[in-house]
């Protein structure tokens, strides 16, 4: 009898308690809110590209998205409102091809917009060093956003640089050099260019101080200083500052290796310190070509496809098969004079049996592999192996990504789509335009990346900024997309338009669908990662010209705050 009434006692108690709980939060027994978000205007990038009002997250994660009253209904007395005046909210942004921010310590060239102002920067590098020291620029400039679109002349960087050796990086395949620096690393008008790379050279036959891909491998620079925590730590403000809450690391990452910056990651993420998500690929581009090579970046790495959880992960590995700008391998000759009286088709960095090589040896291996194309005939290259890999074992190849693809035939494309293969897009029309109409013809440059083909051939593209060695703004790369305008030379093929809610997708959604993380982020759904960004504008309405000036007002990675502009009145968590 004792027993029973205890059991009832029990039972009358585990009532109560249920019954305090739903009354807390309007007689609801649904999960209840950390803290919910309302008023806002919240594109939640799901299939139907729904828009809500409000959301709520709980344990770092989107518990429910819908109504201010729906939302309402998971309030207790512990849960935070946050009032978002009436502000856009979208997905974190996901940068799908970045090597780093900005283009590195050298010589800031990204804000220039002439020659005088290259030359005055270059100046002042001159005046805090010491005679003979080398001076390098940063990357992530390009001499299609000067006013004379071009590249700054020798005798130019003589005049300001005549005791040091002086190397401008303009992006990550093309360097150009002032007298002393072609002297130190002894390079003279007999220096023959190295396969894949190519030593520029003028009219009459002189050294005009550019060096292409591969030939840049006849310089030894000092090395670069060592990638620390703190950098990085920088480096992730600045993400956040720009509502990036994801990257994904081709390669090369902010002057070190994926190997080296993993366990870095690794230590900041045990410090509770990450504050953005990493997607990273191993660096297995040209001059990767033999099985031994391949063997040997396994060796060094031992990062296996796959490796990490939601903070890093191993994606798989790059490869390349042609140059960039200067280089890009193409089935047409370049324009001319570029293109030598139709010889000159660019520059393809390894052999159609030696790429063939590396992209088996990945796959042993277990790893999915990326390729850097620009050129139609380096597609081809590229298509010819991966079609007999898929041949010999359906399947084989499906998920791997080709990145870039600047110039592409329709044809091409429907062999891309039956082998399941990804594209990953850039935005590097908006700011060279005017070189690349130069180089390869206005026709051609005006269907660089043509998003709205690719688009209409039904890819989810992951879109990117290519930073380090194109400017870190995502906003400006989602503005070219959707305007097809340029820096300095107007709009470039009008009908490769893309629509604001497609380009918005290439940053969230689709980035998280190349890599496999779909069902964890990239929207704003439930059970989905709260990674978020409150932004300045309307996305979907402000004049299409506002769209490039939008920024992050407030970031948040798992529900918490990275992020907020102190002008911004949204409140500080």
């Not at 005088?116 to 990357?139: H, K, M, T």
Request: neutral net charge; charged residues 20%.
């Amino acid at each position: 009898m004792q027993k029973a009434q205890r059991k009832h006692a029990l039972i009358l108690g585990v009532s109560a308690a249920l019954a305090v709980g739903m009354i807390a939060c309007g007689g609801s027994s649904e999960p209840t809110a950390d803290t919910i978000y309302v008023n806002a205007k919240v594109l939640t990038v799901n299939a139907k590209d729904s828009v809500a009002e409000a959301f709520a997250v709980k344990d770092g994660k989107f518990l429910a998205v819908g109504t201010r009253a729906e939302i309402e209904k998971r309030v207790t007395a512990d849960t935070k409102t946050v009032d978002l005046g009436g502000r856009t909210v979208i997905p974190g942004l996901n940068d799908g091809h970045l090597h780093g921010v900005g283009g590195g310590p050298g010589i800031n060239l990204s804000k220039t917009r002439t020659i005088a102002e290259v030359l005055v920067q270059i100046s002042a590098a001159v005046s805090r060093a010491s005679p003979g020291d080398v001076l390098q620029s940063n990357s992530d400039w390009h001499e299609a956003q000067l006013k004379e679109v071009r590249m700054p002349t020798i005798a130019e960087l003589d005049s300001v640089a005549p005791n040091n050796p002086l190397v401008l990086h303009r992006g990550g395949l093309t360097a150009m050099l002032n007298t002393a620096a072609l002297a130190k690393w002894n390079i003279t008008a007999s220096t023959v260019s190295p396969p894949g790379g190519l030593i520029g050279k003028d009219a009459a036959g002189q050294l005009n101080g550019l060096l292409i891909n591969n030939a840049r491998s006849l310089m030894t620079l000092p090395p670069p200083a060592t990638f620390g925590s703190e950098a990085l730590l920088q480096m992730q403000s600045m993400l956040n500052s720009l509502g990036i809450t994801s990257v994904r690391i081709p390669g090369m990452f902010t002057g070190t290796t994926v190997p080296a910056a993993y366990p870095l990651i690794r230590e900041l993420q045990r410090q509770g310190k990450l504050t953005v998500r990493y997607q990273m690929l191993l660096n297995s581009m040209a001059p990767v070509s033999t099985v031994e090579q391949v063997q040997g970046i396994l060796t060094n790495a031992k990062l296996a496809q796959g490796t990490g959880d939601e903070w890093v992960r191993i994606w798989g590995v790059k490869t390349s098969v042609d140059g960039g700008f200067e280089g890009g391998y193409m089935s047409q000759p370049y324009n001319e004079p570029y293109g030598k009286d139709g010889t000159f088709f660019g520059l393809p960095l390894v052999s159609a049996q030696a790429y063939e090589a590396v992209s088996r040896e990945w796959a042993k291996n277990g790893y999915r592999v990326a390729v850097h194309v620009v050129g139609d005939a380096a597609l081809d290259q590229v298509l010819n192996v991966w079609e007999k890999m898929d041949a010999e074992k359906p399947g084989a190849v499906n998920g791997w990504t080709i990145e870039h693809a600047f110039v592409v035939r329709a044809e091409q494309l429907d062999r891309i789509k039956a082998l399941g293969v990804s594209l990953s897009v850039q935005a590097h029309l908006y700011v060279a335009a005017p070189v690349l109409s130069n180089y390869w013809g206005h026709d051609r440059a005006e269907h660089v990346t043509p998003v709205r083909t690719f688009l209409n051939k039904g890819f989810k593209l992951a879109g990117g900024t290519d930073s380090g060695n194109m400017p870190v703004n995502p906003f400006w790369a989602m503005y070219h997309f959707i305007t097809r305008d340029t820096i300095s030379d107007g709009v470039y093929g009008a009908s490769e338009r893309a629509t604001r809610q497609e380009v918005l997708r290439m940053f969230t959604i689709n980035n998280a669908e190349l890599n496999a993380e779909a069902n964890t982020k990239g929207s704003i759904e439930v059970g989905k990662l709260a990674d978020f960004v409150v932004i300045s504008g309307d996305y979907l309405t402000v004049p299409e010209t506002a769209i490039e000036d939008l920024r992050a007002e407030a970031t948040y990675v798992g529900g918490r705050q990275v992020y907020r502009d102190m002008a911004s009145s949204v409140p500080m968590q």
